[in-house]
T-cell receptor, first 114, second 112 residues
Framework: NAGVTQTPKFQVLKTGQSMTLQCAQD?????MSWYRQDPGMGLRLIHY???????DQGEVPNGYNVSRSTTEDFPLRLLSAAPSQTSVYFC?????????????FGNGTRLTVT | GESVGLHLPTLSVQEGDNSIINCAYS??????FIWYKQESGKGPQFIID?????DKRQGQRVTVLLNKTVKHLSLQIAATQPGDSAVYFC???????????FGKGTTLSVSS
């Protein structure tokens, strides 16, 4: 199993450009989520999904869109990138153990917006 | 509000020593806690978790202790190795159905 796969690993955007960060998982996990990680701050939840067709906002959703058309994929879209969105983005899934079970993270996408 | 913090941003130990990484949390209703290890350029990796109905849980070379009276969580690593060098995060879940709240991390450096 590959686990959680994120692409690309690195990306540089200009302000105002759009892009999609990809997240794919092969563990058949219903729960998927996106976090951002900034220096000096803990991981912050952007959006999450409890299953195909269902998405919800996390702590810092502004500027990001998500959709969940399949169990395997959970893309994160930046419609108009801003320098404040420079960060490392992590996709995470959670298995069938319920809320009190660990998240499984991908290796991240490092995004720079100039 | 909820917050999770770590007492020290960095910890340096010698190879073979035991390491203790501490975490304080503020929400007395939190019922689930978890420790992650993050190596440079990688995503957080699950180490060990503990539910609020337990005080201690052991894994391979790691032990998590939960003191609900003072809202304190610690991760003990036995016989620390250079491969243990990483950033360690604690996280809590305030109540069922809510998202994990992550602390800022402690950087563990192991010298041989």
């Amino acid at each position: 199993n590959a686990g959680v796969t994120q692409t690309p690993k690195f990306q540089v955007l200009k302000t105002g450009q759009s892009m999609t960060l990809q997240c794919a998982q092969d563990m058949n996990h219903e729960y998927m989520s996106w976090y951002r990680q900034d220096p000096g701050m803990g991981l912050r939840l952007i959006h999450y999904s409890v299953g195909a067709g269902i998405t919800d906002q996390g702590e810092v959703p502004n500027g990001y869109n998500v959709s969940r058309s399949t169990t395997e994929d959970f893309p994160l879209r930046l419609l108009s990138a801003a320098p404040s969105q420079t960060s490392v983005y992590f996709c995470a899934t959670r298995g069938g153990g319920g809320y009190n079970s660990p998240l499984h993270f991908g290796n991240g996408t490092r995004l720079t917006v100039t | 509000g909820e917050s999770v913090g770590l007492h020290l941003p960095t910890l340096s130990v010698q190879e073979g020593d035991n390491s203790i990484i501490n975490c304080a949390y503020s929400n007395s209703a939190s019922d689930y806690f978890i420790w992650y290890k993050q190596e440079s350029g990688k995503g957080p990796q699950f180490i060990i978790d503990i539910r609020s109905n337990m005080d201690k849980r052991q894994g391979q070379r790691v032990t998590v202790l939960l003191n609900k009276t003072v809202k304190h969580l610690s991760l003990q690593i036995a016989a620390t190795q250079p491969g243990d060098s990483a950033v360690y995060f604690c996280a809590e879940r305030g109540q069922a159905g809510t998202a994990l709240i992550f602390g800022k991390g402690t950087t563990l450096s192991v010298s041989s």
